[in-house]
């Protein structure tokens, strides 16, 4: 269905402007009403609804993976326009203090009418002392 092709291929520009970091055209991307949850006890964990928090959360994103690159493993979309649902298995590598960092991640999108209204983000917190030797938990950036 072209709807779905259509929706595909707005994710994975929007991953690639993550990767390329232009927030500005992330961004856009969203509803000026999104929700974005993080789950976990993490240090991008959170839960947000305004769109300038959402920014302060890519920004932050970006200071501690600062050349995130993406793998989408699997991609189902589902639904009309006015009510589309993504969910996607996600490979990602950066570098974390100069050390090298792998993890995956399930993403849950909502969208309206091509625009992001919900954005839940699962990713492996537990499980991060096998990629690369690396600690098990990303460096503290609170008060941020």
Do not use: C
Request: aromatic letters at 10%.
């Amino acid at each position: 269905m072209i709807i779905a092709r259509i929706a595909r291929h707005l994710y994975l520009e929007g991953l690639r402007e993550l990767e390329r970091n232009d927030l500005d055209a992330l961004l856009m991307r969203f509803d000026d009403e999104a929700t974005l949850i993080f789950v976990g006890d993490a240090p991008l964990g959170t839960e947000l609804s305004a769109s300038a928090d959402v920014r302060l959360w890519f920004e932050r994103f970006r200071r501690l993976l600062p050349d995130p690159r993406f793998e989408v493993q699997r991609l189902l979309v589902s639904g009309p326009p006015w009510n589309q649902r993504l969910a996607a298995h996600v490979l990602i590598s950066s570098t974390v203090d100069g050390e090298p960092y792998q993890n995956q991640f399930a993403h849950f999108l909502r969208l309206r009418w091509g625009k992001v209204t919900d954005d839940l983000i699962l990713e492996d917190t537990l499980d991060r002392t096998r990629f690369g030797g690396h600690s098990s938990k990303l460096p503290d950036v609170s008060g941020e």
